[in-house]
């Protein structure tokens, strides 16, 4: 059984970027500014004609960046004038971080060690004027679902529990939405345990809930004995800056998913997740920004950091050894524009916080000059869906009459 | 009126990347192999551990390509051995290319100069072993949709037209699937005008076509005045090589369009494209390798190189001068992979030859370990959709009911 390192990443997981934490940073660092122009303008799109602005924060909250030792970044996307709305400008933020305290830790104090790790990073939403702020997936306990152990599942919380209240009194303070995904304990239904997302209102009241829609079974991301699929469809949370939405981490391997919630009029869907370089670093740059073109709204993405290892070792049942550890949360949380365009991304080491401006306004723009609302033909897959859940549904195939003939 | 000038392309449409004609090339050169790894492994993906690997193509096709001056390169995808089936390998090939002639030339010149000029690109893939072959969208034509003047649709043929039948002597000749994407004059139901793929089989027959579901109508992009939406469903092709699909274009924004072919059992969707720079760029890379791993199949990528100007200017409805030609389309082609991988992009500035082998096997292996199929939720998103093409269709919105209280 190895010791616990929690804080303590391993080389072998994180030593990827050659040093660097971020994939801009060493093309920054090692290409000519000609260069990298060229290739930020592939890699992050371009809005507008120029790139994306770089946004300075108050001193309060980048002395707080620098005595906690987390990443702070802050950009603004761009959108046209209208001549008949007023721009609709919201300030998002997206916090990532690892755990504090080993996982052998009691566990009120693991989460209480969370809960004061993130104190200083929301105050620095919070002193940024940060109107939306979504932290990350089952943020107040570590991401212990791979053990299939099921202690872990007393960290879990009814919606109006001892995390949604240690937020709401920021929510206030800062006249802040804030997005908490938790475990959740659902005591009106038997006690049955969820993946939900507590929405906070910017007077600190509760908005409502999102529960996880999609459950993965991958490897060690077999959450399945965890929590069912949500039953909360796809809701839309009317704010008071903005329609958005939640769509839980393994959600976003799924088009229709991001689809339902783009139907319900959301114009930010925040992604707050917990995932492994191995796994799914290729997919991360390459999926939120694909819905984020395709449903023509923001997309925020969230990814915990760090190594988190467990008392008891498990395996993926996939004949390699047993582990006590899931793999690096390699973070790199950022944003992604319906046009296209997106942020670099936070950190893949280190606590992050990033703040983005976008006009919610482009949303529509972006419907206007592209159209895939209004192209996509909804009827036809409403009966292609219809007729494939059917048990006896054919798929439509044309078989080449000549398929056995042996070539000449 | 601008004189034409085909095959001179317009500096500012083609300096992108620094005098490189690939991101992929640009970023080997000014990279250390450390760092140049690194990045290719977020990029592009690993599969199995290790990079894509490059192949060696037949001193016949690689002299075709000194000779005629094409781009050409050849990459492998690795799958896992399997117990009970053997490897499928399949090589695929794309092709790139520009027109030939100037668009003010005789309409038959022109489309005999573009047969000619594919040719010996047509003969290095056949000579390299390529097994399914696909060529750009309305391949037989120069892109003249933008121009919205109807004669250039003399260039429609019916599916088993001159084009067809070029195309069949190599498939006889190669034992090579062939798609063929054409502007296509619908005889038997009013000479109406389709954009359509032709599927010939590898015996030099007609396997079936389709005919392209979505219809753009973004500035030039402008094609609803041409044709209408297609009337063919999601069809996969069973050929000798395996189930094929063709998402033609503008399908590629369209999530649910991806989507069909993968219900209906495609191992490999062709996306033949024409598609200019300074619009869709920063979605290239984005939405087939999305489509590619949500749908657990390979995607091809093709889009036509060059600049075509046309005798008459023309104006995109949005304030700007009127302009003779469409923008730079900028090549690029590539290839997806299911687990996330994909390969360099052909040159965005030159002719090219795209060569990959992929093993059909990993399409199931990639179903079986993320499990996005059996996750979907499908019978949600049927209801969903069901709901959602009803004209008194509700969104589901939650609205904070404290929304109009003042701040305190």
Redesign the interface.
């Known amino acids: 059984m190895e010791k616990p390192q929690n804080g303590e990443e391993k080389e072998e997981t994180t030593a ?3 040093g660097y934490d971020s ?1 801009h940073r ?2 920054k660092d ?3 500014p ?2 990298f122009q ?2 930020s ?6 809005n507008c004609g120029k790139a994306l602005e770089a946004v300075s924060l108050p001193e309060s909250a980048t002395s707080l960046s620098a005595e906690h030792g987390f990443d702070i970044q802050a950009f603004s996307f761009c959108a046209d004038k209208e001549l008949l709305r007023e721009p609709r400008i919201v300030r998002v933020g997206l916090i990532q971080n690892s755990i504090v305290l080993p996982t052998t830790a009691h566990f009120a104090d693991q989460k209480k060690a969370i809960f004061e790790k993130l104190k200083p990073i929301i105050e620095a939403a919070g002193s940024s004027g940060v109107n939306v702020l979504c932290l990350q997936e089952a943020w107040m306990m570590p991401f212990a679902f791979c053990t299939r152990e099921k202690r872990w599942c007393e960290f879990a919380e009814p919606v109006d529990g001892e995390s949604t209240k240690f937020l709401q009194s920021f929510a206030l303070k800062y ?1 802040m939405v804030i997005v908490s995904p938790i475990l959740e304990r659902d005591i009106n239904h038997g006690e049955v345990i969820w993946n939900t997302a507590v ?1 906070i ?3 600190g ?1 509760i ?2 809930k999102h529960r996880k ?7 060690d991301f077999n959450e399945s004995t965890y929590y069912m ?1 949500g039953n909360t ?8 800056f903005g ?1 958005i939405a939640i769509n839980i981490c ?1 959600g976003r ?4 998913n ?3 919630f783009g ?3 959301a114009e930010i869907v925040f992604n707050p997740s917990a995932t492994v370089g191995e796994l ?4 991360w ?3 939120a ?2 819905a984020a ?2 449903n023509s709204y923001f997309v925020a993405s969230i990814n915990r950091v760090g190594t988190e290892t467990f008392p008891n070792q498990f395996t993926s049942g996939d004949g390699k050894p047993a582990h006590a550890d899931f793999g690096h949360f390699y973070g790199s949380s950022y944003v992604s524009a319906p046009d ?2 997106c942020t670099p991304s936070l950190s893949r080491n280190r606590d992050g916080l990033l703040v983005t401006d976008m006009d919610l306004n482009l949303c529509r723009q972006v419907k206007d ?4 609302r ?9 009966d ?3 007729r ?2 059917k048990p006896d549904f054919e ?9 056995h ?1 042996k ?1 000449l």
Chains 1, 2 share one sequence.
């Open positions: 990827s970027f050659c994939l060493l093309l090692n290409l000519n000609h260069h060229e290739v303008r592939l890699l992050t799109g371009l006249n929405v209102g910017n007077h009241n908005i409502g829609n999609h459950i993965p079974r991958v490897g699929e469809g796809h809701p839309v949370f009317e704010t008071a329609k393994y391997h799924h088009p229709l991001w689809l339902a139907l319900n009029g799914s670093e290729p997919m740059p390459i999926e920004r694909n073109i395709a296209a365009s000059k592209w159209g895939f209004m192209t996509s033909r909804y009827e036809l897959y409403a292609t869906l219809a494939y859940v798929p439509q195939v044309t078989s080449d009459p000549l398929l003939r070539s």
